[in-house]
């Protein structure tokens, strides 16, 4: 656990030295020099985020919280994860969306929010969903739901800064558009680096909220069963719907845009072809050896969460 603190926090530490660097560079070529200014300006952008950071993923998953007689089934799940883990009972949603997924999120623990979408209520069986839904609950408590949303705003905000001095800043000063289009470049620069660093927080933490999953008394098997079926889901969407969950998809339980590829990973692990992963197959997968070849581990750095071959590969480490 205190792996996963310390590499949020200096990550967040990190990312604000840039939105710092950033802030300074063109307040600078605005004319403004004071170090308060810049200091107290990029605090203002994280306290923004922290604030409307919750508002924005419900508006874009569509979220609708429900009560325990619109869905017992869910309600009991959580409460009962909840306090396994000795944390407060998360809001629990509804999101309009088919995709078969789960998300957390929110502003601290108790201020933690669990939803599933539309399409996984029918998908899983009741271990499956309990495995998925102690993956979320461990989010929470792993106080990282808070983290990834400062992170997933900051490289957005970048990219946004420099689309528009690349290709919409002023033409009719060459000196002044040359310095503008530097700035941009460097605002390029600096949101690549930086959503790098946003995927590598969310592939790490999809690790330790797999294994906090487990010990909430899931079986590694029911989880991988699970991930197994939500890419299988996911992979029957048009690409359209995939599309209008791209910026929100470091908050589900496995990347939606990958699920072609793991589902093909997956398919050989399920070697009775029975649509889920038994315990006896797990145990068959812990004495192989995963390797990646290149195109896979660059598709791993690009991408939310981390190799699905290499994440049931140490599920099947933490038992049967």
Known sequence: MLGLKLRMFLLTAILFAIIYAVVSMISYRMGITNFYFYLVFSFVIMLAQYMIGPKIVEWSMR????????????????????TAAHIPTP????????????????????????C???????????????????????HIKNRDVLTITLLSV???????????????????????????????VVAFLFYFI????????SRIREYFADKGSVDLGNRPSALASALYK?????????????????????FFANDP????????????????????????????????????GFGDKMME????????????????????
Do not use: C
Request: glycine share 8%.
């Open 230 to 250: 939500l890419v299988y889901g996911s992979a029957r969407m048009p690409k359209e719907a995939i599309k209008d969950v791209e910026g929100m998809k470091a």
């Open 63 to 82: 979220v609708k919280y429900i009560k325990e007689s619109e869905n017992p089934r869910l309600h009991q799940m959580v409460r009962a994860l909840a």
């Open 154 to 184: 900051i490289p957005m905000i970048l990219y946004r800064i420099a689309w528009q001095l690349l290709f919409f800043g002023d033409r009719r000063d060459r000196n002044s558009s040359g310095g503008t289009a530097l700035i941009g």
């Open 257 to 292: 845009s990958r699920a072609m590829n793991d589902l093909s990973d997956l398919k050989n692990l399920d070697l009775d072809k029975s649509g889920d992963i038994s315990p006896s197959e797990m145990a068959a997968l812990t004495n192989k050896q995963v390797k990646l």
């Open 301 to 320: 750095l690009m991408s939310t969460h981390p190799n699905m071959l290499k994440r049931i590969k140490r599920l099947s480490s933490w038992g049967r």
């Open 91 to 114: 809001r629990i949603g509804v999101a309009d969306i088919e995709i078969p997924n789960a998300f957390a999120f929110g502003r601290s623990i108790r201020d933690g929010r669990i």
């Open 116 to 138: 599933v979408t539309r399409g996984i209520m029918n998908l899983l069986s009741d271990e499956e969903l309990r495995a998925v839904l102690g993956h979320e609950m461990s």
């Open 194 to 201: 930086t959503n790098l660093l946003v995927l590598y927080a």
